[in-house]
């Protein structure tokens, strides 16, 4: 299982190909945000609640909390002592906006990953099939998000070499949950995955709607382009689910996912 979960890190790292360039115009930057905005909405509303309604009733309140904790996140986080006046009226420095949209999004986006992490164990757990289906359900999220994720560091104002760690870290929040799972977890209830699920879609969800969607509506010339981006990341994402693609992280519908039986057959190692 090595090679496959170092193939996904990779994978996951797509967005540290913008850093092999010295600079990179907004507007391609923003095109690149606008397609994980989309790819973010359908894998919240699609794949993460479907999935996680399956195993609790629950998740939906879990959902919704996940909305709100990144939203109180964020309020505590937004700088509001940047704002730039200019007669009767301010705004905010927009790189400042981006600090704290990084954060809140990297935050939302590893939770989640994580948890795929531990979905892709808990499917091996069950057959070797199964696992990989979800290692490729994960992998194909993974580019477009990961290109979002760079877009937005790119437009802030951290350090190049923090934003690159950050990105280096969110690469490899999917095998860190696949090792908790395989070291830690040998018996999880489904609905505590269920709305451990449910709420970093929430999270995502809160992303994609309230940060990076009014970078869509703040464009002028690239606008249309941006909506075009946007709309490709959500019927890309729900094609995927729509298609059978990838498969469902809830492995099934018994009362325990057991990974403890076959930990053995399954080393990483």
Do not use: C
Request: proline share 3%; aromatic share 8%.
């Amino acid at each position: 299982m090595f090679l496959p979960l170092l193939i996904l890190t990779l994978i996951s790292a797509t967005g540290l190909l913008l850093y092999t360039k010295k600079s990179i115009p907004s507007k391609y930057l923003n095109l690149l945000i606008g397609l994980g905005a989309g790819s973010m909405l359908s894998v919240a509303l699609v794949h993460i609640l479907p999935e996680s309604l399956e195993q609790t009733e629950m998740a939906v309140y879990a959902f919704i909390a996940g909305f709100l904790a990144i939203y109180i996140i964020e309020e505590l986080l937004t700088p509001h002592h940047h704002d730039h006046a200019h007669g009767d009226h301010s705004h905010e420095d927009p790189h400042e906006h981006y600090d704290h949209v990084a954060v809140v999004s990297f935050i939302a986006i590893f939770a989640h990953t994580l948890l795929d992490g531990l979905g892709i164990r808990a499917g091996m757990g069950l057959s070797e099939t199964a696992g990989y289906a979800i290692l490729f359900g994960v992998a194909i999220h993974q580019i477009p998000v990961s290109l979002s994720l760079a877009a937005i560091f790119r437009e802030s104002k951290f350090e190049k070499r923090k934003q690159i760690l950050f990105l280096i870290g969110f690469a490899l929040a999917a095998p860190i949950g696949y090792l908790i799972a395989d070291l830690f977890l040998h018996d999880v209830d489904t609905m505590i995955a269920g709305l451990a699920g449910a709420f970093a879609g929430g999270s995502l969800l809160y992303v994609a709607t309230a940060d990076l969607l009014p970078v869509i509506h703040s464009q002028g010339k690239w606008k249309f382009g941006t909506i075009i981006a946007f709309l490709i990341g959500v019927i890309g994402m729900s094609s995927i689910g729509l298609l059978g693609l990838e498969h469902q992280h809830n492995p099934s519908e018994e009362q325990h996912i057991e990974w403890g039986e076959l930990h053995d057959e399954h080393d990483i190692h």
